[in-house]
Structures are given as structure tokens and as C-alpha cells.
């Protein structure tokens, strides 16, 4: 799923768990590259006591490696605290946040729990171009052979175990 996939399906998703819980305003949803070792996050912005916005950023390094379903659970969460900071203006990990939190079906610690959590903290180690296109992107773990020669370029289709490999 591409990241413009998966921010359709989350908004909507969104607007419908906000109608229902009557969180207002609902949040703007976006993929954030600026997290860095944090899955995600509810940003709130108020004045004089008043909500003005909010907006749950997603980290779109998690999704590309752990895919929607994972995101999604995060993305739960950040729903979460929306709706603890619109009922009760508790934006920490309560008692009350967490049973909101289980409730929706979200992740407790949605950038912890063993390999997540040591990923997102790990530097992009490889990086690789496309010798058609020219499209490059960056890897934390190097690609194994049999899975480059599954994928190709979303660009152009050049098949990725023609890729230029470099060591960051
Ligand atoms: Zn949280
Ligand atoms: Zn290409």
C-alpha cells in the first residue's frame, strides 16, 4: 500500500471514529518524515482554553516497514489521546487513556514492544538507485537478494537487483 493509500484510508477512518465519538475538531492526518523515533503523535494547538487544531502526524518509515496494519493500530492510539484531550484535557498516558486507548483497539506502545522500537531508532545504513530512473530511496537493513529480486521500481519497473547498492 502506498503512503497516499493508506492517508485516504486512515482520514476517512478518521472522520467516521471522530463523528461517533464526537471529537471536534477532528485532527488533520499527515505522514510526517520529521519523526524520527516515534511512530506517531497527536499535536494540539489551543488558545484561551479553546481547541483551534489538531493533528496526528504518522511516521511513513513504520509503515513502509511494518505496513497498514501495524500503522493502523498506532494510529488508534493518536485517536486516543485526541479524544482524552477533547473530553478531559488529559493529553499524558492516564489510567483513562489507556481504557480509551483498549477500548478503540489501539497500540499501548505503539513504537515500543522489541523490534520497532530498536528500528526506528537505527540510522539508514543503505541506500539505493535505480539505474533506469534514477529514483533513489534509503534503507535502515540492506535488502536481501531474494527479496530484490521480488521487487521492482514503482517509478519505472526496473527490477530492483539492478539497483546501485551504496553504504551510507
Ligand atoms: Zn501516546
Ligand atoms: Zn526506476
Known amino acids: 500500500m502506498t503512503q497516499k493509500q493508506a492517508e485516504n484510508l ?4 478518521l472522520n467516521r471514529l ?9 485532527p488533520k492526518l499527515i505522514f510526517s518524515r520529521r519523526l524520527k523515533t516515534t511512530a506517531g503523535c497527536l499535536r ?6 479553546l481547541t483551534t487544531a489538531l493533528t496526528i502526524e504518522l511516521n511513513p518509515a513504520y509503515l513502509e516497514e511494518f505496513g497498514y496494519s501495524r500503522i493502523y493500530r498506532t494510529f488508534l492510539h493518536e485517536v ?3 479524544v482524552c484531550w477533547v473530553r478531559y484535557k488529559d493529553h499524558g498516558h492516564s489510567k483513562l487513556f489507556q481504557k ?31 539505474p533506469v530512473c534514477g529514483m533513489s530511496f534509503k534503507r535502515k537493513r540492506r535488502f536481501s537478494l531474494p ?22
Open 80 to 82: 486516543a489521546h485526541a
Open 44 to 49: 494540539i494547538q489551543h488558545k484561551k482554553g
Open 10 to 13: 486512515l482520514t476517512q477512518e
Open 147 to 168: 527479496k530484490r529480486r521480488r521487487y521492482k521500481c514503482r517509478n519505472c519497473g526496473a527490477r530492483l537487483d539492478t539497483w546501485r547498492e551504496t553504504r551510507l
Open 18 to 26: 471522530c463523528g461517533e465519538l464526537g471529537v471536534n475538531p477532528i
Open 100 to 130: 480509551t486507548c483498549l477500548d478503540l483497539g489501539g497500540s499501548l506502545s505503539p513504537s515500543q514492544g522489541g523490534r520497532e522500537e530498536s528500528w526506528l531508532s537505527e540510522p539508514w545504513r543503505w541506500q539505493y538507485n535505480c
